[in-house]
């Protein structure tokens, strides 16, 4: 009889992710799909940029190389979205673990009165809420759009990982099965599922290992 406890994953897992959720039988169902807004207008150089995802940055480097984009200050949520604009060539100034955290980075620097914020058509209010609170001004340059591909999923799990609050959402649009334990990336994605879940855990990176890791912790595979 096979015991191995069911993990679904909302996006699709890398080969050498998969190999770290090993003690368990893991279903893939991408809930969500990614288009890019091909037709993005800039006005370099720009003092301060910020980015919140990768696919922001897959956004902007769809239509400009790094030398078309003059980014004197660059912002950032994670330490993976940091590493991925470094190796576009693009210097990373701040990295913070969330948006909030950045926001509060922004304002220790009195010198900043405007930003560009780089994101998708359903992105979070917090960051140009607090900045615009604070004077700041925020030109958002939407470049990708999120769209939910939400699925009725037959099968029960004993745990469900989730990489953004759309996926919550897509999931919760078609499903009422809350009883797995929600594995969120971040605190704005477990925000999302803490009024349906009964139990929601959030990693302590926003990197997908790290969220397989609190899977492993969770039902004590370490």
Do not use: W
Request: charged share 25%; proline share 2%; with cysteine.
């Amino acid at each position: 009889m096979n015991t191995k406890k069911k993990i679904l994953s909302t996006k699709k897992l890398s080969q050498s992710q998969k190999e770290l959720l090993h003690h368990f039988i893991v279903d893939e169902i991408e809930l969500i799909e990614i288009s890019f807004n091909t037709s993005i207008k800039l006005q370099n150089p720009i003092k301060n940029a910020i980015f919140t995802s990768k696919n922001a940055i897959l956004g902007i480097f769809n239509q400009f190389t790094a030398s078309e984009l003059q980014f004197e200050n660059v912002y950032c949520v994670g330490d993976k979205t940091a590493q991925f604009l470094e190796e576009k060539n693009v210097k990373v100034t701040v990295i913070a673990h969330s948006a909030e955290e950045l926001a509060d980075e922004i304002l220790l620097n009195k010198d900043i009165d405007e930003v560009h914020f780089f994101c998708g058509n359903l992105r979070r209010n917090e960051l140009p809420e607090m900045l615009t609170e604070n004077n700041i001004k925020v030109n958002e340059i939407e470049v990708y759009t999120t769209n939910f591909k939400p699925v009725k999923i037959k099968n029960t799990y004993d745990g469900i990982l989730f990489f953004s609050p759309s996926s919550v959402k897509s999931y919760l649009s078609k499903n009422t099965d809350t009883q797995s334990v929600a594995f969120c990336i971040g605190n704005t994605t477990a925000s999302e599922a803490i009024d349906d879940f009964e139990n929601v855990f959030v990693a302590d990176e926003p990197t997908v290992e790290n969220v397989i890791e609190s899977v492993n912790q969770y039902f004590d595979y370490e």
